[in-house]
C-alpha cells in the first residue's frame, strides 16, 4: 500500500514570492514618488518664501560689493512685477504725486531717504508739490538712518519706491502712471574715498543710473525737466579761487569727481540731440541735521563723544585743509530756486523741437573753514576736548581747499546762503544728541551752551 504523496505547495510559495515581490517593488514606487513630492512641495515653498522675504526685504545694497549687484538686478525685476500689478501701490504713488497747489509741480525725487533728498522732498511738499521719492537704500552707509528719514517723509505723506535707477522696468511704469514735471536726481555713489575700494558702483549709481533715467525721461510725454546733483569735487586739481563756472574742470582727483564731470557731459548730449531741459547743482560740502555718517562733521562728532582720537589733514605743503561747508537749508533753497527757474523740455516722442536749457550751477556757502576750526566749534558744543592726530592727507582723491563763487545762481534764482558753519553745527549736534539719545549730561551742557550762545 503506498503512501498518500505530500500536496505540491511549490506553485503556493512562488506565488507568495511573487506577490510579495510586487508589494515590495509597489511600496519602493510609492515611497520614491512620494519623496519626489515631498521634495517638489519643500522646493515650492522655499522658493515662495525666497519671493516673498525679496519683495518684502530687498538687499540693502546694490553697490557695496559686486555680488550684491547681481542679487539687485534679480530684486530690480521681482519689484517690477510685484508692484506693476498692484492697483494699491499705484494708487499711493499718484496720491504722493499729485500736487494740493494751483500749478504745483509734480516731481520725482531720487534718492529721497538721502540726506539732501529727503529735505527737499519735504520742502516742496510743505509749498504744495507733489513729490514721490525714489531710493534703493543701499548699505554705503548705515541703512536704519534712510529708514529711518523714510518714515519722516511718510509721516508728510511722501511714498518712496523702493527701486533702483538701473531698473527700467520700474522707471517706465512710474513715467506712465505719473505725468512728471520735473525730476530732482540726487540718487549717487556718494563719498571720495569709497570709490578706492568699489570702483564699479560708481560707474552703476553715477553713469548707467543717470544714463538710465535720462533715457527714460527722454521717451515721456510730457518730457520733465531735470535738476540733477553735480559736485564741488569736478573742480578737482583747480587752484584758482573762487571755483567758478567757467574755471576748468577736466583734471579729476578722484573716480568720484570723474563720474560727475562725465555725468555733466552726458547731461549736454541729452540736451542737444533729445531737448531735455538739464540743470546741474555742484554741491560745496552739505551738512546739517539728518546728514551722512561717512561726512567729517558727523564722524568727528561721534569720535569726540566716545574719546576716540580724529585724524585732522594737512596738505603735503603743511597747509590746512579748509572746506566750502553749506549748511543743508541753505542747499534745498538752491534746489528749489533751480526747479522753480527750470524751462520745459522741449523733445516730445523722443525727438528734440526746439533748443532746451542747459545750466549748471555752484551751490556753496562762499566762506571756506579749515578743519580745524570745524574741530574746534565742534569741541565747544560737545564740552569734550577732541584727541587729534594732524597728519598729511593721504592720495585718496580728497581735495586740499574748496572755495565756491555763486554770483551766477544768486543772479538767476537768487540763491544766498544764510547760515554760517557755527550756527548750522550748532542745529546739527542738537539733532545728533536727540536721534542717537546721548545721556543727558552732554545735552545739558549743550543747552547751556546755546542759551550762552543766543544771549
Not at 534718492?111 to 520742502?123: K, M, N
Not at 578706492?196 to 553713469?207: T, W
Amino acid at each position: 500500500m503506498g503512501g498518500a504523496s505530500p500536496p505540491d505547495t511549490s506553485k503556493t510559495t512562488k506565488l507568495e514570492r511573487y506577490n510579495s515581490y510586487i508589494r515590495r517593488v509597489n511600496s519602493t514606487k510609492l515611497l520614491q514618488a512620494s519623496s519626489k513630492l515631498l521634495f517638489r512641495v519643500t522646493l515650492l515653498v522655499a522658493l515662495l518664501l525666497i519671493f516673498f522675504f525679496t519683495l518684502n526685504y530687498p538687499p540693502l545694497s546694490s553697490s557695496s560689493d559686486n555680488n550684491n549687484h547681481h542679487i539687485h538686478a534679480t530684486n530690480n525685476f521681482l519689484s517690477s512685477a510685484f508692484y506693476g500689478s498692484g492697483a494699491a501701490w499705484e494708487k499711493q504713488v499718484r496720491k504722493s504725486s499729485t500736487p494740493r497747489r494751483p500749478n504745483g509741480f509734480s516731481v520725482l525725487v531720487t534718492g529721497a531717504a538721502g540726506f539732501v533728498g529727503s529735505h527737499c522732498s519735504l520742502a516742496l511738499k510743505k509749498r504744495g508739490d507733489g513729490v514721490l521719492g525714489l531710493d534703493n537704500f543701499n548699505s554705503y552707509y548705515d541703512p536704519s538712518l534712510k529708514r529711518a528719514r523714510q518714515k519722516l517723509l511718510k509721516q508728510h505723506e511722501i511714498y518712496v519706491v523702493e527701486g533702483d535707477l538701473n531698473d527700467s522696468e520700474l522707471l517706465n511704469k512710474l513715467f506712465d502712471i505719473v505725468p512728471f514735471s520735473h525730476v530732482l536726481h540726487l540718487a549717487a555713489q556718494a563719498g571720495v574715498r569709497y570709490a578706492m575700494q568699489n570702483p564699479l558702483s560708481y560707474v552703476s549709481s553715477n553713469i548707467a543710473g543717470f544714463v538710465n533715467l535720462l533715457e527714460v525721461a527722454k521717451a515721456a510725454d510730457p518730457q520733465p525737466a531735470i535738476v540733477w546733483a553735480s559736485s564741488s569735487s569736478v573742480y578737482g586739481l583747480n587752484t584758482k579761487v573762487p571755483f567758478s563756472e567757467t574755471d576748468r574742470t577736466d583734471q579729476p582727483a578722484s573716480l568720484y569727481a570723474a563720474t560727475k564731470k562725465a555725468g555733466e557731459e552726458i547731461a549736454h548730449t541729452y540736451n542737444h540731440i533729445y531737448g531735455l531741459s538739464l540743470t546741474g547743482l555742484r554741491f560745496f560740502t552739505v551738512y546739517g541735521p539728518w546728514g551722512r555718517p561717512d561726512m567729517a562733521y558727523f564722524f568727528f562728532t561721534k569720535d569726540i563723544l566716545q574719546g576716540k582720537g580724529i585724524n585732522v589733514y594737512r596738505t603735503p605743503e603743511d597747509k590746512e585743509v579748509a572746506r566750502d561747508f553749506t549748511y543743508i537749508d541753505d542747499i534745498v533753497k538752491g534746489c528749489v530756486g533751480a526747479l522753480d527757474t527750470a524751462e520745459k523740455s522741449t523733445g516730445s516722442g523722443g525727438k528734440k523741437r526746439a533748443p532746451a536749457q542747459l545750466r549748471v550751477y555752484n551751490l556753496g556757502n562762499t566762506a571756506p573753514v579749515t578743519v580745524g576750526k570745524l574741530v574746534g566749534i565742534l569741541e565747544s558744543l560737545l564740552s569734550v576736548k577732541a584727541k587729534k592726530h594732524v597728519i598729511k592727507m593721504p592720495r585718496n582723491g580728497d581735495v586740499p581747499f574748496t572755495h565756491a563763487n555763486v554770483s551766477q545762481a544768486y543772479r538767476d534764482f537768487g540763491y544766498k546762503p544764510t547760515t554760517d558753519l557755527a550756527a548750522g553745527l550748532r542745529k546739527f549736534v542738537k539733532w545728533y544728541l536727540s536721534y542717537y539719545g546721548i545721556e543727558s549730561r552732554v545735552k545739558k551742557e549743550f543747552e547751556s551752551n546755546t542759551n550762552e550762545h543766543s544771549d
